[in-house]
C-alpha cells in the first residue's frame, strides 16, 4: 500500500472502530434494541479486503458485519440510525444489526443464519460470470461457519463451476462462547478445507492491514482471471464478547492481552510511521474519524422513529405484503 | 408444435419460451442438462440452450437455491429444480429464512426473482420421502410465491408469470400429472399468478382443489352429476396470491364448500381458505364446510395402501353427497 492508500485504510478502520463503541455505548443506555456483534478488532479484514476489490463487486457478510457495512459503503450515520430502529436507518430500520445492507454499493447483505450467505456469493460470482462483468464475489464469515453444510456446499459448487468468489473466514478463535478448536478435527478450520475441494486454502495476518489487502489482491485478480474461488483463513479476535453485554470471561486473561497488543489499528499505525507519515497526520485522522462518528451518533438520535404502516411494505417487488387478490 | 402436449412437456416448453425471450433466464439442478431431469421435465433445454444456460448441479440442494438467490439478487432470473419437493427440506433455510426475507429486512433494497420448482405428492408409489404434497410447508412463509398449476396449458401459462415475476415464487409441478396431456397454448400465454379458474360450473356445491386434486374433483363432479348434484370446481392454480374472490363468488352461488386437498388435514391450505370464508363469507353457507384431505402419516408404498390415506373420487362423492342433504 502506497502512504496515502494506507491513511485511508487507517481513517477507515478508526471510523469502524469509534462506530463499534458508539454502538456498544448506545446499548448500554437502552437506545439500541435487540443485540449486536461488534466487529472491534476485526476491522483490518473488511477494509484490507475492501481496499483490494472493485466498487462493484460484491460482498456478503455476517450478524457480525458493521465492518464490511461501512467499508463497503455505508455511512455510520445510516448504520447507527438503523441500530436505533429509526426511519432513516440503512434498511429502513427493518433490518437492525444483523441486517446491514446497503445493495446500492454491493454490500448485499448481513445473514443471521450461520453460514447460509457462502451460497448466495457463489451464485452471484455466478451471475457476475454469465453477464460477462468480471465482477467478483466474497464471502466472509466466522470460524464456526466451517462446520455448516452450506459452507461445503458452497465450497464445491464453487469449485467445480470456477466461479470467481472468495471465501474468508474471519477466525478469531471462538463460535460463540466454545473455542474453535474445541469442535473442529483440523487445526486450520477453513484453510485446511480448502485442499479437499481443490482450491487454494490461505492463511493471513487477519490484523495486518496491509497483508490483508495483498492476499486479497491477489486471490481476487486469479478469480477474475478465471482461476476460480479461493478460501482465505485471516486470523484476527474480537475485542469484545460474542454479542450484547457478553463479558467474555471464558477467555484466558493472557490470551486477551497478547491479542489486545497485536491490535489492527496499532499496527497500520506503526506501519505508517515507518513509512515516515508524520504523527500528527495520523491524528488528524483520528480526530476526523471521532468527529464523523459523534455526529453521526447526534444525526441518528435526532432521526424520527419509522412510520408503523412501514412494518406492511417490502414483502414483494410491488412494495406491499397482500397475501390474496 | 403437436396439437397435444404432456404435462411434462408443457414444463420444458414453458421454461424454454422465457429462455428465448429473456436472456437473463437460467437454469440449475440435479440432472437438468443432458440428462432431461429425472422426470424428463427439462428435455430438450441444454440441446437449445446450452450448458451456459441449462447447468448441472451437484447433489447440494442448500447450493442449488442459495446460488440461485445469489444469481437473482444480482441480475439473472434463474429457475432452480429441487427434483422432489420432499428434498426442498433439505435447503429449508434458503426457502423459510433467506429468499423470503431479504427484500424486507433490507428494506427493499433487493429483490429476488427466482422460480425453485419441483415435483411434488403422490401418487406413484414413491414411499414416504418421495411423496408428499409439500405446498403447505411454503404457505406457512411471508415471502413466497406458490403456484401448483392442474393442466399442460396452466403450466405454460404460470411458468411464463412465475419467472416473469419480480418475486420469489415456488412452483409444484405434480408427479401424478406429469403424463396428462391437453392442448398447447398460444404464443406468448401468461396466466397470472393468483388468479384460480372455475373448471366447472355448478349450483349445489363448491369443490375447491390444486394441482391434482382438480381432475379428481372434475372426475367426482361428474359422477355426482348423475344423482342430480351440480358441483363447481375451482382450481386454485395459486396458494399466494389466493384468489378468495373467485371462491366467494362460486360460493355466492352454491352456498356449500368442499375443499380437496392431498396434504393432511393439520395445517393444510384449506384451512386457512375455509377460516376466510368463515370470516368473510359466513352468510354465504347454507351448509358447514367440509375438508377432504390426506391422513396425517407418511405417504405408505403400496398402492392399497396410498390410496386409503390421500383424496380419492370416492371420498370427494361421499363428502359431497353427505353435505348436499345437510
Ligand atoms: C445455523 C445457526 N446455528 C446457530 C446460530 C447461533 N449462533 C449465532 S452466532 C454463533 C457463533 C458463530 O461463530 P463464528 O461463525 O465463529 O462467528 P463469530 O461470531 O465468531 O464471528 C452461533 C452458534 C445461528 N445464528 N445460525
Given amino acids: ?325 | 408444435m403437436a396439437d397435444v402436449i404432456s404435462y411434462r412437456e408443457a414444463v420444458a416448453e414453458g421454461i424454454a419460451r422465457e429462455m428465448r425471450r429473456d436472456p437473463t433466464v437460467v437454469c440449475l439442478g440435479e440432472d437438468i442438462g443432458e440428462a432431461g431431469g429425472v422426470f424428463k421435465t427439462t428435455v430438450g433445454l441444454r440441446a437449445e440452450f446450452g450448458s451456459e444456460r441449462v447447468w448441472d448441479t451437484p447433489i447440494s440442494e442448500q447450493a442449488i437455491v442459495g446460488a440461485a438467490m445469489g444469481a437473482a439478487m444480482t441480475g439473472m432470473r434463474p429457475v432452480a429444480e429441487i427434483m422432489f419437493s420432499d428434498f426442498l427440506a433439505c435447503c429449508w433455510d434458503y426457502l423459510a429464512n433467506e429468499i423470503p426475507k431479504v427484500r424486507y429486512m433490507t428494506g427493499g433494497q433487493v429483490t429476488v426473482p427466482l422460480v425453485v420448482r419441483t415435483a411434488n405428492g403422490g401418487g406413484l408409489g414413491f414411499g414416504a420421502q418421495h411423496s408428499q404434497a409439500t405446498e403447505n410447508w411454503a404457505f406457512t412463509i411471508p415471502g413466497l410465491k406458490i403456484a401448483a398449476p392442474a393442466t399442460p396449458g396452466d403450466v405454460i401459462g404460470m411458468m411464463a408469470a412465475a419467472i416473469r415475476s419480480d418475486d420469489p415464487v415456488v412452483f409444484f409441478e405434480h408427479k401424478a400429472l406429469l403424463a396428462t396431456k391437453g392442448t398447447p397454448p398460444p404464443p406468448d400465454h401468461v396466466v397470472e399468478l393468483g388468479r384460480a379458474a372455475v373448471v366447472r360450473e355448478g349450483a349445489d356445491v363448491t369443490l375447491v382443489a390444486l394441482a391434482s386434486m382438480v381432475p379428481l374433483a372434475l372426475k367426482a363432479a361428474e359422477l355426482l352429476s348423475g344423482e342430480g348434484i351440480e358441483a363447481e370446481v375451482v382450481d386454485l392454480r395459486c396458494l399466494v396470491p389466493l384468489d378468495m374472490s373467485t371462491v366467494l363468488a362460486s360460493l355466492g352461488r352454491t352456498s356449500r364448500l368442499v375443499t380437496v386437498e392431498e396434504n393432511p388435514y393439520q395445517g393444510g391450505w384449506g384451512g386457512t381458505l375455509v377460516s376466510v370464508v368463515a370470516d368473510e363469507g359466513f352468510g354465504l353457507l347454507d351448509a358447514p364446510v367440509r375438508r377432504v384431505t390426506g391422513e396425517c402419516v407418511p405417504l405408505p408404498f403400496a398402492d392399497a395402501l396410498e390410496e386409503e390415506v390421500i383424496p380419492t373420487v370416492e371420498k370427494v362423492v361421499a363428502a359431497v353427497r353427505d353435505l348436499a342433504a345437510y
Fill in chain 1, 1 to 325: 500500500m502506497e502512504p496515502a492508500e494506507l491513511l485511508a485504510a487507517y481513517e477507515q478502520m478508526a471510523v469502524i472502530r469509534r462506530t463499534e463503541k458508539a454502538a456498544h455505548d448506545l446499548f448500554l443506555q437502552g437506545l439500541v434494541k435487540g443485540t449486536t456483534h461488534l466487529a472491534a478488532g476485526h476491522e483490518a479484514i473488511a477494509v484490507g479486503a475492501s481496499a483490494a476489490l472493485r466498487p462493484d463487486d460484491y460482498v456478503f457478510a455476517t450478524y457480525r458485519g458493521h465492518h464490511h457495512a461501512l467499508a463497503r459503503g455505508a455511512t455510520p450515520q445510516e448504520c447507527l440510525a438503523e441500530l436505533m430502529s429509526r426511519a432513516t436507518g440503512l434498511c429502513k430500520a427493518k433490518g437492525g444489526s444483523m441486517h446491514l445492507t446497503k445493495a446500492a454499493t454491493g454490500m448485499l447483505g448481513s445473514y443471521a443464519i450461520v453460514g447460509a450467505h457462502l451460497p448466495m456469493a457463489a451464485g452471484a460470482a455466478w451471475s457476475a460470470r454469465l453477464r460477462g462483468t468480471e465482477q467478483i464475489a466474497v464471502a466472509f464469515f466466522g470460524d464456526g461457519a466451517t462446520n455448516i453444510g452450506a459452507f461445503h456446499e458452497a465450497l464445491n459448487l464453487a469449485a467445480v463451476w470456477k466461479l470467481p468468489v472468495l471465501f474468508v473466514c474471519e477466525n478469531n478463535l471462538y463460535m460463540e462462547y466454545t473455542p474453535i478448536a474445541d469442535v473442529t478435527a483440523v487445526p486450520r478450520p477453513a484453510a485446511d478445507r480448502a485442499p479437499g475441494y481443490g482450491i487454494p486454502g490461505e492463511v493471513v495476518d487477519g490484523n495486518d492491514v496491509v497483508a490483508v489487502q495483498e492476499v486479497v489482491a491477489r486471490l481476487a485478480g486469479r478469480a477474475r482471471a478465471g482461476g476460480g474461488p479461493a478460501l482465505l483463513e485471516a486470523e484476527t479476535y474480537r475485542h469484545f464478547g460474542h454479542s450484547r453485554a457478553d463479558p467474555a470471561t471464558y477467555r484466558p486473561a493472557e490470551e486477551v492481552e497478547r491479542w489486545l497488543k497485536h491490535d489492527p489499528l496499532d499496527l497500520a499505525r506503526g506501519r505508517l510511521v515507518e513509512l515516515g507519515v508524520a504523527p500528527e497526520t495520523i491524528t488528524e485522522a483520528d480526530e476526523r474519524a471521532s468527529t464523523v462518528v459523534r455526529e453521526a451518533v447526534e444525526v441518528a438520535k435526532a432521526a424520527p422513529p419509522p412510520d408503523p404502516r412501514e412494518a406492511l411494505t417490502d414483502v414483494w417487488a410491488d412494495g406491499g405484503a397482500a397475501w390474496r387478490t
